[in-house]
């Protein structure tokens, strides 16, 4: 019987990271824009540039990018999820710390 639950735990258990794997590659293929250009908005935005000179850069260095005005504004409020399969361990924690800034930038922008 003892057997019989650790299988059931195991089984539920490889499902789980397998749903999760799923679930990343999923969000990572539909997106047009890449974990490098969420930092580079994110570090503009807090430089004080406006998003329209944040998006017309980044059309200029890269014309193929998928990113588009709508999708930059709201990357620019810290509304964008980057995973860490995306990006090395330190520009991920790079990534981390200037999404926390931005919060932090348009909570004070707000009182």
Not at 58 to 66: D, M, V
Not at 75 to 87: H, M, Q, Y
Not at 91 to 96: A, I, P
């Amino acid at each position: 019987m003892d057997t019989i639950v650790k299988d059931i735990n195991k089984h539920k258990e490889n499902f789980l990271i397998a749903k999760k794997d799923r679930r990343i590659k999923k969000r990572t293929e539909k997106r047009a824009i890449t974990g490098e250009e969420v930092i580079y908005i994110f570090e503009k935005v807090l430089d004080g540039w406006p998003t329209i000179k944040i998006f017309n850069t980044i059309i200029q260095t890269n014309p193929k990018s998928g990113v588009t005005k709508k999708k930059v504004e709201v990357i620019a409020t810290g509304n964008c999820k980057v995973f860490e399969k995306e990006l090395p361990a330190e520009r991920y924690q790079h990534y981390l710390i200037m999404r926390q800034r931005v919060y932090d930038f348009h909570l004070l922008q707000k009182n």
